[in-house]
Every structure is written in structure tokens, then in C-alpha cells.
């Protein structure tokens, strides 16, 4: 039986063994980096109320139907980090390949990982 991490740094010492030996590794990588949520559209402190409202409304959007499906998937439902969930879901959303971004190839990855259906916006 494995045993269980004490704290973080033995946590990371042990992701970043499998990083590196196992062939699983990608996988891994795939499911992490697919963790995160997207750059844009962005908002940014020096915009007007309704330029940011805006952005920030399309980035909200734009999670709800990529890594908060993600994230609760990859851990089985436990999630940590004021992370929203969708646990509603078993597929992500992305744009049409011409419109897909670096962003979007992170979900596209971690949805395989985890086995959820991919489905092109339209």
C-alpha cells in the first residue's frame, strides 16, 4: 500500500517522481495543466465597469464549460481552492479548431485523460 503524503512538499516529491519515471507521465501533465483556467478573454483592473463586466462574464462562461467540468472529474468530486464545480457534466465544450487556442488543447488533453466527451461549440 502506498504510503499517504504528510504534507505538501512530500506531495510534490512524489508527483514529481511519477513525472519523471513513469510513463504515465503525460497523463499526468495533460490532467494538471488542464486544471487551470483560461488567459482570456481577461479582465484587467485599468477597464471601464462594462469592458470588464464583459470579459469577466465570458471568462465565467468560458470555464463553466471546460475546467470546472475538469475539476471535478479529476479527483473523483473532491476539489480544494474555492474551485467551482461542474459536477453535472461528463463533456467539455471548446471552440471550432480554427478558434482554438494553447488553452483549449490543455482541455482537449484533460478531458481525454479523464474519459469526457468533447464537444465543439457552435
Known amino acids: ?38 488567459d482570456s478573454p481577461s479582465e484587467t483592473p485599468g477597464m ?34 474555492g474551485a467551482r464545480l461542474r459536477s453535472d457534466r461528463k463533456y467539455v465544450i471548446v471552440p471550432p479548431k480554427q478558434k482554438q487556442d494553447h488553452f483549449d488543447r490543455h482541455v482537449i488533453r484533460a478531458a481525454q485523460v479523464l474519459g469526457l466527451e468533447v464537444r465543439i461549440d457552435e
Open 1 to 38: 500500500m502506498m504510503q499517504q503524503p504528510k504534507n505538501l512538499e512530500e506531495m510534490r516529491e512524489m508527483i514529481g517522481i511519477f513525472l519523471s519515471t513513469n510513463p504515465e507521465s503525460g497523463r499526468l501533465w495533460d490532467l494538471i495543466t488542464g486544471l487551470r483556467g483560461p
Open 48 to 81: 471601464g465597469g462594462e469592458e470588464f463586466e464583459k470579459k469577466y462574464r465570458a471568462r465565467r462562461e468560458r470555464k463553466a464549460k471546460t475546467v470546472e467540468v475538469i475539476r471535478w472529474h479529476a479527483f473523483n468530486g473532491r476539489s480544494g481552492g
